[in-house]
C-alpha cells in the first residue's frame, strides 16, 4: 500500500516536470548506448558495427522511451489534457460552430442553473443566516373538511411549545408593518411579530444590543422593545454605534432599540425583508382586530419549529396531532375539527413560498425540456462535423488509433462545450438572481426580496448537468464512429436524397425530439395563458372597474380610536364631495390581500352545530353602504346606515353560503347570530364573493357595522369612473388639509388587486412562455439544420429532377414537404408526451382542462408556421441549384 | 530451432537488477545490463532498452535510488544504488523466490 501512494506521488510529480524527466532520459540512454559502443569497439568491431551492435541489444530506443514515459507520469491525465488541447483548438478553427453550439448550452444549462438557485434560495434555504433549515418546519393550522390552511392562535401555540418533546424550539414570526418616516418621505416597512426566544431558535446574535429576553412576549402591550434589521440601522439612523437604548415611534407606542441584526439576516417570511422585530406582547399595537393573546378562537400566527436531530416529520407530525386532540376536548367551542400540521420549508403554504412552490416545481421540469432541445441542436452541429471530420478520423484510425481513444477524443470534446455552456450557464443564473422579483410589481413602493442563491448544492448540481449534456452529446457521434470503415473512407462523399432515409436518421430523428419538446412546451404555455385569463376575467363578485380603494395609516401616526373616527367621518364626506365621486365607504379588510380577516365562532338559534362541523366564520368590519361600493349585490334586507352606530343595536350582513349552512336556506333576515358573545340581528343577505382568493370555493362570510366593531385600520374604498391617478391627486389634497403630517398610499383599483393577488399565475405564464419560445427558436434553428444540410447534400438528385423537368414548385414542395413530415412526428410525438406532462399543471390551472384543444390547436398552428418559417431558405435554395453543374459533378 | 536463450520472466527482472545492485554496489544501466548477461552466461535475452522502465519503477516504489555521477571512461551517468526498503524487499523476494522453485521443483520431480 506505501509502495502504491509513493507510486503514485512520483507519477503526480512527473506530470509538472515532464520536460526535465525527459532531458534526463535523453542524457541517460545516450550515455549507455555510448559505453555500449565504447564496449564493442574495445572488443575489435568496428565503430559502424559497434554501434549497430548496440543499438541491436538495446531494441529500440523509441519503443523505451514510449514504455518509459507510460510507467513514468499518469497515461490518462496526459492523453486526457492532449484530447482536450486537441479539442480547443478543433474549436478555435471553427469559432462559428463553437459559438453557436456554447451559446445553445448556455441557454441550456443557465436555464436549469437559474431555477436551481431559486428554488435554493426560495424554497429550501430561503432565510439566509438563519442555522439547520433543513430542520425547519413551518406550523399552519388545518380545519377538518376544508382545504387550505389557517394560522395558529396564541394559547394553542403556547400549548404546543409546552407539551411537545421532539421539537427543539417553536417560535412565531408574523409579517406586520408600519410607516417610517425615511428623510422626508414616509415609507412602508415590514417587520414581524415573533416570540420572545426568536433569536435564540433561529441562532441569529444581534451585532449590536441583545435580541429578546425570555418572558417578553408576555403581557397586553408591556415591552415595547425592538430589534432593528441592519439596512435600517445604516438607512434610516446612519449607523449610530449609539443607537441601542434609544426610541422609536412604531404605530404610535414609543419602542426602546434593544438590538440590530447581524447584515445579511432578513428574517423569515419568503418574499419581503424584514426591517424590524417586536415582541407578541405588542400585537395588539400592529397588528389590526384588537387583543388576541388570550383569544383560543384568533388564529393569527404564522409558525415554526426545529426537531431535534433524527427526528422525522412523521414522528413530530403523530405527536403535535395528539397535542391537537388533547385541545380539541378541553377548547370545544373554539378547537373543534381542528388539527396542526407540519410541513417542511419549502412546502410551507404561507408566504411567497406557497404562491411559488407550483410554479418552480413546472419550472424544473421545463429547464430539463430547454436543456434536452439545447443538447438535441449541439448534437446535430456536432453530426454534422463528424460527418465533415470522417476524414480525420479514419485516418487517424488507419494509423492506429483504437476505436476507444477516438470516442475519448470526442468526449473530451463534449466536455469542453458543455464545460464552457457551464461557466455561461452560471453567469447567467447569477444575472437572473433577482430577476423573478421583476415579474412582481411592487406594493406600496417597497419591492419584493426573493434572492436567488448559488450555493455549493447549486454548483453540483450544475456540475452534473453539465456532465449529463457531455454524455448527450458526445454519445450520438461516438455511436458514428462505428460506422467509419477504413475503405470507403476513400471514396468520394456518395450523393444524398433528399427524401432519403440513410445515414440522415439520427439527425432527423434529434429533429423530431426538439419539435415534440417544445409542442409539449407551447401547449403548457398555452394553457396556462388560458388559465390566467380565466382567471383575470372570472368575476369575483364584486365590480373590479370604477371601483378604487387605498388607506391612510393611522395606525403608525398614533391616531386613537376616537380621533380615528373623526377623521375617517370627515375625510368620507370629503372624498364623497368629489367631483365624479359615486360612493366611498371604510372596511377593516381588502378582499384579496394577504392580512387576514377577523375570525369568530358563532352560534345561531335553533342551530346545533354537528359534531363534524366547526362554527368558526370570518367576516369584514364595514361602513354603510359598503356592498353597493363594492357592486356587491344586496339579495335581501338592507344594508347598513349611519345609523347603525355603537348606540344602535347590533346588527350583521350574512353571505348566502352562511344563510345556507346556518339557517338551512330559510330567510335570515331577522334571525339572530352570537359573535363573540353579543348577539346581533341579521339585517341583510348578500350574495358570495372572493374574500382571500380568487380561487377558492364558496364559504360562509358576514359583514358587521365598522361603528359597532371599532378598528383604526381601515381601507377606504371608492366608486368612481375617474381614473386612480386623478382620485389620487384630490384624495391626497384633502387628506393633507385634515392633518398636513399624512399622505394616503397608493390607490388602486380592485382590478388591479385582482391582478396583484393572481401575479403567481402571471409569473408562471411568463416564465413557461419564455422558456417555450426560447425552445422552438432553438428547435427552428435546429429543423433549419438538417433541412438546408439534407438540400446540400443533394444537389445531384435536385439537379437531376429539374433536368427531368421538376419545376420551381415541385422543388419547393419536395423540401416543405419533407420539413412538415419531420415537423409531424414531432408534433405527433410531443402530443402524446403533452397529454400525459400537462397534468401535473393542475394545481396551476384553474377552469381550464389540461387537454384543452384550443391550446393543443394554437401550439400545432405555432409549430406549423414556425417549420415553414424554417425551411423557407432550404427551399429556395433547392431552386437555385443548377442542373448542368450538379450533374456535372 | 527453439530458442536457447529465455526471456526475462515477468517480475523476475526486478529481482535480478536489485540482486545485481546488491553485489555490485551503485551502478549504471548499462553497467547492470552488462552484468545480468555475464552472469546468465548470455542465456538471457534481455532487450536493455526494457531495463530502464523497470529501474523507473523501482525507483517510485522507493526501493532504489539515482544519482548522477562519472563513469570509469569518464563519461556522465545516472548510478542506481540499492536504498535501506530495497535491501529488504531483496531478502523477501529472495526467500520467496526459494519457496517458490523449491515447490515448483517438487512437483515436476512428483509428477
Not at chain 1, 705 to 715: D, E, I, L, W
Amino acid at each position: 500500500m506505501r509502495e502504491f501512494f509513493r507510486t503514485l506521488m512520483h507519477r503526480l510529480a512527473a506530470l509538472f516536470q515532464r520536460h526535465r524527466m525527459e532531458d534526463d532520459l535523453d542524457e541517460e540512454l545516450r550515455s549507455h548506448l555510448e559505453m555500449a559502443v565504447e564496449a564493442n569497439v574495445s572488443k575489435g568491431m568496428s565503430v559502424e558495427d559497434a554501434r549497430r551492435e548496440a543499438l541491436r541489444s538495446f531494441g529500440g530506443v523509441e519503443q523505451t522511451k514510449e514504455l518509459y514515459r507510460d510507467q513514468r507520469g499518469l497515461p490518462m491525465i496526459e492523453t486526457t489534457v492532449q484530447d482536450l488541447r486537441f479539442g480547443l483548438r478543433m474549436f478555435r478553427r471553427d469559432p462559428g460552430f463553437s459559438i453557436l453550439a456554447m451559446l445553445c448550452l448556455t441557454l441550456g444549462i443557465g436555464a436549469n442553473a437559474a431555477v436551481f438557485s431559486w428554488v435554493e434560495g426560495i424554497l429550501f434555504r430561503p432565510y439566509p443566516a438563519v442555522s439547520h433549515q433543513e430542520r425547519l418546519l413551518a406550523l399552519t393550522g388545518t380545519a377538518r373538511g376544508e382545504a387550505g390552511h389557517t394560522g395558529l392562535s396564541w394559547p394553542d401555540f403556547v400549548d404546543l411549545q409546552r407539551s411537545c418533546t421532539l421539537f427543539d424550539s417553536f417560535f412565531v414570526s408574523q409579517i406586520t408593518g408600519t410607516t417610517l418616516s425615511i428623510g422626508d418621505r414616509a415609507e412602508r416597512t415590514t417587520g414581524s411579530i415573533v416570540s420572545d426566544n426568536y433569536f435564540d431558535a433561529i441562532g441569529v446574535r444581534p451585532i449590536l444590543g441583545r435580541g429578546f429576553e425570555p418572558g417578553e412576549d408576555i403581557g397586553r402591550n408591556a415591552h415595547p422593545v425592538t430589534v432593528i434589521s441592519y439596512q435600517l440601522w445604516k438607512g434610516h439612523f446612519n449607523g449610530d454605534p449609539q443607537i441601542i437604548g434609544k426610541t422609536q415611534r412604531l404605530n404610535g407606542v414609543l419602542h426602546t432599540i434593544v438590538g440590530v441584526a447581524p447584515q445579511g439576516f432578513y428574517g423569515t417570511f419568503v418574499g419581503w425583508g424584514m426591517q424590524f422585530w417586536v415582541p407578541v406582547s405588542m400585537e395588539e399595537v400592529f397588528g389590526a382586530g384588537g387583543y388576541k393573546l388570550e383569544d383560543r378562537g384568533a388564529r393569527w400566527i404564522e409558525a415554526y419549529a426545529r426537531l431535534k436531530p433524527g427526528v422525522t416529520i412523521e414522528q413530530a407530525q403523530n405527536e403535535i396531532s395528539s397535542v391537537a386532540k388533547r385541545l380539541e376536548t378541553d377548547y370545544p367551542a373554539t378547537n373543534r375539527g381542528r388539527n396542526v400540521k407540519l410541513w417542511a420549508l419549502w412546502q410551507t403554504p404561507f408566504n411567497n413560498a406557497g404562491t411559488l412552490l407550483p410554479t418552480l416545481e413546472i419550472m424544473l421540469a421545463v429547464v430539463v425540456f430547454v436543456l434536452l432541445i439545447a443538447c438535441a441542436n449541439v448534437g446535430n452541429l456536432l453530426l454534422v462535423r463528424s460527418f465533415a471530420r470522417r476524414h480525420e478520423m479514419t485516418v487517424r484510425l488507419a494509423i492506429g488509433a483504437g476505436r476507444g481513444r477516438i470516442v475519448k477524443q470526442l468526449f473530451s470534446e463534449a466536455l469542453i462545450l458543455s464545460a464552457f455552456g457551464a461557466v455561461g450557464g452560471l453567469l447567467v443564473a447569477h444575472w437572473c438572481r433577482h430577476a423573478l422579483v421583476l415579474l412582481f410589481p411592487a406594493r406600496g413602493g417597497v419591492s419584493m426580496h426573493l434572492p436567488g442563491e448559488i450555493d455549493w448544492r447549486v454548483l453540483l448540481l450544475s456540475a452534473g448537468v453539465c456532465l449529463l449534456a457531455t454524455l448527450l452529446l458526445g454519445l450520438v457521434p461516438a455511436m458514428q464512429t462505428n460506422k467509419i470503415d477504413l475503405a470507403g473512407a476513400l471514396k468520394a462523399d456518395s450523393a444524398g436524397v433528399v427524401g432519403s432515409r440513410g445515414r440522415g436518421w439520427v439527425r432527423s430523428s434529434l429533429v423530431v425530439v426538439q419539435v415534440s419538446l417544445s409542442f409539449v412546451l407551447l401547449v403548457g404555455a398555452g394553457l396556462l395563458m388560458q388559465s390566467l385569463q380565466k382567471i383575470r376575467g372570472s368575476s369575483p363578485g364584486f365590480s373590479t372597474r370604477e371601483v378604487m380603494f387605498t388607506a391612510v395609516d393611522l395606525v403608525s401616526a398614533g391616531y386613537d380610536a376616537q380621533r380615528a373616527q373623526n377623521f375617517q367621518d370627515q375625510l368620507l364626506d370629503r372624498v364623497k364631495a368629489l367631483p365624479g365621486v359615486e360612493s366611498a365607504v371604510f372596511a377593516r379588510m381588502t378582499p384579496l390581500s394577504y392580512g387576514s380577516f377577523s375570525s369568530t365562532p358563532i352560534s345561531v338559534d335553533g342551530y346545533e352545530v354537528p359534531p363534524e362541523e366547526r362554527s368558526t366564520v370570518e367576516y369584514n368590519e364595514v361602513g354603510p353602504n359598503y356592498l353597493a361600493t363594492m357592486g356587491i349585490p344586496l339579495v335581501s334586507g338592507r344594508e347598513f346606515t349611519r345609523a347603525d352606530d355603537e348606540r344602535a343595536a347590533p346588527v350583521a350582513i350574512v353571505n348566502a353560503t352562511m344563510a345556507a349552512q346556518f339557517w338551512r336556506g330559510r330567510n335570515p333576515i331577522g334571525e339572530r347570530v352570537q359573535v363573540k358573545g353579543r348577539w346581533m340581528q341579521v339585517v341583510g343577505l348578500a350574495k358570495d364573493s372572493k374574500y382571500r382568493s380568487v380561487r377558492e370555493t364558496a364559504k360562509p362570510f358576514f359583514y358587521v357595522p365598522g361603528r359597532q366593531n371599532f378598528t383604526v385600520g381601515a381601507a377606504l374604498f371608492i366608486r368612481t369612473p375617474l381614473r386612480p391617478e386623478t382620485v389620487a391627486v384630490a384624495l391626497a389634497r384633502e387628506v393633507h388639509a385634515l392633518d398636513a403630517s399624512l399622505s394616503p398610499y397608493e390607490l388602486i383599483t380592485l382590478q388591479e388587486q385582482v391582478d396583484r393577488s393572481t401575479s403567481p399565475q402571471l409569473v408562471a405564464v411568463t416564465l413557461v412562455g419564455v422558456l417555450g419560445a426560447l425552445a422552438l427558436l432553438l428547435a427552428v434553428i435546429g429543423l433549419y439544420g438538417v433541412m438546408a444540410y439534407a438540400v446540400s447534400q443533394s444537389t445531384r438528385e435536385l439537379g437531376l429532377r429539374m433536368a427531368l423537368g421538376a419545376g420551381a414548385a415541385n422543388l419547393v414542395q419536395l423540401v416543405l414537404s419533407r420539413g412538415l413530415a419531420l415537423m409531424a412526428g414531432g408534433v405527433l410525438l410531443g402530443a402524446v408526451v403533452s397529454v400525459t406532462l400537462t397534468r401535473l399543471l393542475g394545481k396551476l390551472l384553474y377552469h381550464v382542462s389540461p387537454r384543452d384543444p384550443r391550446a393543443f390547436g394554437a401550439a400545432f398552428a405555432v409549430m406549423t408556421i414556425a417549420t415553414l418559417v424554417a425551411c423557407l431558405i432550404p427551399a429556395w435554395r433547392a431552386t437555385r441549384t443548377d442542373p448542368a453543374e450538379a450533374l456535372r459533378d | 530451432m527453439p530458442s536457447s536463450k529465455s526471456e526475462v520472466l515477468q517480475g523476475t527482472l526486478d529481482l535480478l537488477v536489485l540482486k545485481t545492485l546488491d553485489s555490485l554496489g551503485p551502478m549504471h544501466g548499462f553497467g547492470i545490463a552488462l552484468r545480468i548477461q555475464q552472469v546468465s552466461k548470455d542465456l538471457l535475452q534481455l532487450n536493455q532498452g526494457t531495463l530502464y522502465p523497470a529501474l523507473l519503477r523501482l525507483q517510485q516504489r522507493g526501493w532504489i535510488a539515482s544519482k548522477w555521477g562519472v563513469s570509469e571512461n569518464n563519461r556522465k551517468a545516472k548510478y542506481y544504488s540499492l536504498t535501506r526498503a530495497g535491501h529488504k524487499q531483496l531478502d523477501e523476494e529472495v526467500e520467496s523466490w526459494g519457496r517458490m522453485s523449491t515447490m515448483i521443483n517438487r512437483v515436476l520431480r512428483t509428477s
